[in-house]
């Protein structure tokens, strides 16, 4: 039974191009938030999807960031003209409802680097 | 003020202490918090749920103190893998229909020989 897979693991990307990132939650999960870790501080809240639609996207940056989660396929954070600033660990998880009394199931992150 | 609020650390204990952390939220109305943990440059993994007065697993202790708004967790005999940071969770204010969480900053914990 695998758990949440994130891909690419490792993603370098020059200043202005485009970042997408991949997440396949836990199976039978229909619950996905994405979270942004810079380096040395805490897990950061972005967005949170059920299949097709946004329910919370209050952590996004109103430009240049958005993100899906579409019938068929995994969740898509997409970065564009991406800068230096956006270099962190971007972290994906999943739960199986909506109440907060279930915690997260984590994916192992996509490092992102800007150079 | 900070939704979940934690000290940093780092702590650094000899192997065999006990060690506590304290973690303090701002929504009133939360029901349920949980403690991950996080090593260096991995995912967090969920360690514990805190749902009423506490809960215990082992040689960790978690506890809810609601009137004062405030989580612990306690490690006793403390061992060289529990070396990591430990992060406090609660959920975000407003959040009864979505399940958002908001984590702290975490709390380093370093376990010496």
């Known amino acids: 039974n695998a758990g949440v897979m994130q891909n690419p693991r490792h993603l370098v990307r020059r200043r202005g191009q485009e970042a997408r990132l991949r997440c396949s939650p836990v199976?039978?999960?229909?619950?996905v938030y994405w979270y942004r870790q810079l380096p040395e501080e805490g897990l950061k809240f972005m967005v949170y999807?059920?299949?097709?639609?946004?329910?919370?996207e209050s952590g996004m940056p109103k430009e240049r960031f958005s993100a899906e989660f579409p019938k068929e396929g995994p969740s898509i954070l997409r970065i564009q003209q991406v800068v230096r600033g956006d270099s962190a660990a971007y972290f994906c998880?999943?739960?199986?409802?909506?109440?907060?009394?279930?915690?997260?199931?984590f994916g192992s992150g996509t490092r992102l680097t800007v150079v | 003020r900070k939704e979940v609020e934690q000290d940093p650390g780092p702590f650094n204990v000899p192997e065999g202490a006990t060690v506590a952390f304290n973690c303090t939220y701002s929504?009133?109305?939360?029901?349920?918090f949980f403690w991950y943990r996080q090593d260096c440059r991995k995912e967090p993994k969920l360690l514990m749920s805190?749902?009423?007065s506490g809960n215990e697993d082992g040689r960790f202790t978690a506890q809810l103190n609601r009137a004062s708004q405030y989580i612990s967790l306690l490690i006793r005999d403390s061992k060289l893998s529990d070396s990591a940071t430990y992060l406090c969770?609660?959920?975000?204010?407003?959040?009864?229909?979505?399940?958002?969480?908001?984590f702290g900053q975490g709390t380093t914990l370093q376990v010496k020989p």
């Open positions: 998880a999943s739960s199986p409802g909506t109440s907060p009394n279930y915690g997260y199931t």
């Open positions: 199976k039978g999960h229909s619950h």
């Open positions: 999807l059920q299949k097709e639609n946004i329910i919370d």
């Open positions: 929504n009133s109305a939360s029901q349920s």
């Open positions: 805190v749902y009423s």
């Open positions: 969770v609660a959920p975000g204010e407003g959040s009864g229909n979505t399940g958002k969480l908001i």
